[in-house]
Antibody, heavy 122, light 113 residues
Framework: EVQLLESGGGLVQPGGSLRLSCAASGFTFSSYAMSWVRQAPGKGLEWVSAIRGSGESTYYADSVKGRFSISRDNSKNTLYLQMNSLRAEDTAVYYCAKDFDMMIVVAAFDYWGQGTLVTVSS | DIVMTQSPDSLAVSLGERATINCKSS????????????LAWYQQKPGQPPKLLIYWASARESGVTDRFSGSGSGTDFTLSISSLQAEDVAVYYCQQYYTTPLTFGQGTKVDIK
């Protein structure tokens, strides 16, 4: 059974940093691209970042480029999101999500974690 | 960026009736070399993560009831729920994965009339 478990969320002041983690199990982690998708309270879904299975390529939304960094440790089956220079508008539930197709670079998502809430406020 | 626009923003349908949600992309998401539309549909219930319903615009995800179907090509797509059940009350999103940044529609809330 595929499982994705996020951690690392919490309350942080504007300008601060957080690192989110996503522990994956139940599939060959290194074979699939992974993404972070966020959802602000009461709002829709926003893709944040993606990384190929090998970790060789990363992709970012313009809203986080230069502030956030995605990475993965395939030996630990874990995905990360380092978030720096946080702003109030980064407040959201952050989901990690698994690509449904290992043959394409970045895709739709067949498994999602339950999410971790990041609140940026003074 | 490819902008995804859903319509309507919300709809209320009687139990057992058909619900139809539209999604329009600002540019084609049909990849000519594979003849596939890079378009997915999700269902999200309150307090839960999204659930993949449809990928490649019309392929139903394993375990998804056949009451859900997807259609369309190029820039215009439709998600249909053939006979609305109480458990289908949710917000539905379309998403393109033709190119980064991946983008979602704004969501359509489906309720019971």
């Amino acid at each position: 059974e595929v499982q994705l478990l996020e951690s690392g969320g919490g309350l942080v002041q504007p300008g601060g940093s957080l690192r989110l983690s996503c522990a994956a199990s139940g599939f060959t982690f290194s074979s699939y691209a992974m993404s972070w998708v966020r959802q602000a309270p009461g709002k829709g879904l926003e893709w944040v970042s993606a990384i190929r299975g090998s970790g060789e390529s990363t992709y970012y939304a313009d809203s986080v480029k230069g502030r956030f960094s995605i990475s993965r440790d395939n030996s630990k089956n874990t995905l990360y999101l380092q978030m720096n220079s946080l702003r109030a508008e980064d407040t959201a539930v952050y989901y990690c999500a698994k690509d449904f197709d290992m043959m394409i670079v970045v895709a739709a998502f067949d498994y999602w974690g339950q999410g971790t809430l990041v609140t940026v406020s003074s | 960026d490819i902008v995804m626009t859903q319509s309507p923003d919300s709809l209320a349908v009687s139990l057992g009736e058909r619900a139809t949600i539209n999604c329009k992309s600002s540019q084609s998401v049909l990849y000519r070399s594979t003849n596939k539309n890079y378009l997915a549909w999700y269902q999200q219930k309150p307090g839960q993560p999204p659930k993949l319903l449809i990928y490649w615009a019309s392929a139903r995800e394993s375990g998804v009831t056949d009451r859900f179907s997807g259609s369309g090509s190029g820039t215009d797509f439709t998600l249909s729920i053939s006979s609305l059940q109480a458990e289908d009350v949710a917000v539905y999103y379309c998403q393109q994965y033709y190119t980064t940044p991946l983008t979602f529609g704004q969501g359509t809330k489906v309720d019971i009339k």
